[in-house]
């Protein structure tokens, strides 16, 4: 045994790639970003401007806060179905409640169903232990079926966008989309929490090892609630930058976000199995994602085929790091 | 006969609750008759299939999310190809679309035997990628379906020597599920590869070390759900007329209904009868909800809230059949 050890071995350049990319898998994913965007300038030359740039930013926004969800969820092993549902009902809340109420009225009872919603998938899978992926579908489809009910109540007084989410959504200032000034603050409060507060340690832990976090006194329903809550709400207040960006109040408003949220975080590289992954690794993704959908709309891929690719995506990208992993 | 009540008391307790329920149902409405049990057995059909579907599998110790996702794709697929085409070329349909089935459901447990990802994110890939596949097919809910198919499920048969009254109480499509679950599973069941999947669910390792082939065991359970989520997407067509893109909500249903009929969602346990009896019993719920005159859009919250805590009950069950301490 010993002298196979000791024995010098050429590492080979696959292998020296792989544990490469699972030191530093933001280096290959930036590359991988740059490589779309090139394509994309040859495919259509002079495309990548400052307006596209703004532009790629105003939705990639979105996408990306509804990732940072799937990110927080997936580091506990879980995920969030549940943020599409949520983001479109406050958005369809605060449409229809802007018109007889004051804003900061028309936002609590907006977000009011996401922090309802939180509460109960925490609940569910925190102390029921239901998997995360049941327990949200199951919330998202209740949540729909309210919608539906509360959409009749609301059919006469109508629907408007408020002009503060309409220029938070849609408006540039000095070639900066205005939705920024909320996602950096969000961004950075994320990426704070789960690298320097005790609860984005607690969710990796619960994540890596549920049992060790739970025996060294981790009170896991507890975590679990607080994150499901915290999601739904990041996903409630997507929601209102969304309608500010699509300008349409509709029941399946953020529905189209739900898949590729997934895909984002999975090839930002969060592991689906928790304890592993970031929030940097998930914005890169929904850049990536942005712009591969640029690239398939050029490409007159339709809707069906964008599906199937975020699906093989997700598959193949889970695959790999799980190979990863196990080499190490 | 203990261990008969044991085995079967759930089973039992679930037919009880049914017949309870149709005696609630025949108080609500004194007029409900043989024509609203046909009515009845045409809704479930589909749900019934999606059921088998996921039952076969968690039997065998996975779980499948992409269900409603293969009936959508297998319902369009026979739609579209019966579109325009004669009756005899819906001969050729049927088992194309069943052969479907079965391939993409085997792709499904190849892909979690060799890749080695967890069975729940594979199948969620999946999910995409049947989604896509089933918009590519057809963009919008269309297509149509062979008239003699369509009279399959509609009407009674007539068995002899039962009197005219009696007869109305056998409508087509009770007979047309019941033949084909039982020309499927009773073999099944008897035989070497029936054990052999209760084997895997059971205990994985154990199987392997008794000589079970578990990949291709495991395989073959995740094509025999395939073949279901096909006969259920076939049904889908043949009840509607069209073929719908967008999944409906078999997912959860048919995972509340595997819960509720008995089959415990580690896998290893239970039949088919329960989680049959089971959709029976959540769709008569929905019947006595519409008889009340309540809200459609209310009857499908409710409906939702009780599968979710239908579900939230057996993860609990499950959760305390299991050591104190282990992780779930």
């Known amino acids: ?328 | 006969m203990s261990r008969f009540l044991r085995n079967q008391g759930w089973v039992a307790g679930l037919f009880a609750l049914l017949i309870f329920l149709f005696v609630v149902t025949k108080l609500i409405q004194p007029g409900y008759g043989s024509g609203d049990f046909g009515s009845l057995a045409r809704a479930v059909l589909p749900y019934a299939f999606a059921v088998a579907a996921q039952t076969v599998v968690v039997i065998a110790g996975g779980i499948d999310l992409s269900v409603a996702a293969m009936m959508a794709l297998t319902s369009v697929t026979a739609a579209s190809m019966m579109n325009g085409a004669s009756e005899e070329y819906a001969l050729f349909v049927v088992p194309f679309v069943l052969a479907m089935g079965l391939v993409l459901g085997a792709l499904n447990g190849v892909l979690i035997v060799v890749t080695r990802v967890p069975d729940i994110v594979v199948t969620l890939a999946m999910l995409f990628v049947l989604q896509g596949a089933a918009l590519l097919v057809l963009g919008a809910p269309g297509g149509a379906a062979a008239e003699w198919l369509k009279a399959s499920v509609i009407g009674t048969v007539p068995v002899p020597g039962l009197p005219d009254w009696a007869d109305a109480w056998v409508p087509k499509a009770l007979v047309l599920l019941v033949v084909c679950l039982c020309i499927v599973w009773i073999p099944l069941r008897r035989s070497r590869l029936g054990l052999s999947i209760y084997a895997i669910g059971s205990n994985e390792l154990a199987a392997f070390r008794s000589g079970v082939p578990v990949a291709r065991t495991r395989i073959i359970a995740y094509a025999l759900s395939g073949l279901f989520a096909a006969l259920g997407g076939l049904s889908l067509t043949i009840s509607t007329g069209i073929g719908a893109p967008i999944p409906g909500p078999y997912l959860l249903a048919s995972v509340a209904a595997v819960v509720l009929g008995g089959v415990a969602l580690g896998g290893g346990k239970g039949g088919l009868l329960g989680p049959i009896i089971a959709v029976f019993v959540l769709r008569l719920v929905r019947t006595d909800l519409t008889l009340l005159a309540i809200d459609p859009n209310v009857t499908a919250i409710i409906e939702g809230l009780i599968m979710v805590a239908v579900v939230m009950f057996g993860a609990f069950i499950t959760m305390r059949s299991r050591p104190a301490g282990a992780t779930p």
């Open chain 1, 1 to 328: 045994m010993t002298d196979i050890a000791t024995m010098p071995r050429p590492v080979s350049f696959a292998r020296r790639l792989k544990r490469f990319m699972a030191d530093r898998p933001l280096i290959p994913l930036i590359i991988l970003l740059f490589i779309l965007v090139v394509i994309l300038q040859i495919l259509r030359p002079g495309i990548v401007n400052e307006r596209w740039l703004a532009n790629t930013a105003k939705f990639a926004i979105p996408l990306a806060i509804l990732a940072g969800c799937q990110t927080m969820t997936m580091l506990t092993g879980g995920i969030d179905l549940s943020v599409g549902t949520v983001a479109t009902m406050s958005a369809f809340i605060m449409a229809t409640q802007i018109v007889n109420q004051d804003p900061a009225v028309a936002f609590l009872l907006a977000m009011l169903p996401a922090v309802l919603i939180g509460l109960v998938n925490g609940i569910g899978v925190g102390v029921f232990r239901v998997h995360p992926l049941i327990m949200t579908l199951g919330t998202s489809l209740i949540g729909t079926g309210f919608l539906q009910v509360y959409q009749r109540t609301v059919i006469a007084s109508g629907a408007k966008i408020p002009d503060f989410l309409n220029w938070l959504g849609t408006g540039v200032t000095y070639g900066f989309p205005n939705a920024l000034l909320l996602f950096v603050p969000v961004a950075v409060l994320i990426v704070f929490m789960l690298n320097r507060t005790g609860f984005g340690r607690l969710l990796y832990a619960v994540g890596d090892n549920e049992r060790a976090a739970r025996l060294s006194g981790v009170r896991y329903w507890q975590v679990i609630t607080a994150l499901y809550i915290l999601s739904s709400l990041l996903a409630g207040i997507t929601g209102l930058l969304y309608i500010g960006l699509i300008k349409a109040p509709s029941l399946s408003l953020a529905e189209p976000l739900v898949l590729p949220s997934v895909a984002a975080a999975v090839i930002g590289g969060t592991s689906i199995f928790g304890g592993r992954g970031g929030y940097t690794g998930t914005i890169i993704g929904a850049l990536i994602l942005t712009v591969l959908t640029t690239l398939l709309t050029i490409l007159q891929m339709p809707e069906g085929g964008r599906r199937i690719l975020f699906g093989c995506i997700v598959l193949f990208v889970t695959a790999a790091y799980l190979r990863i992993v196990e080499d190490r």
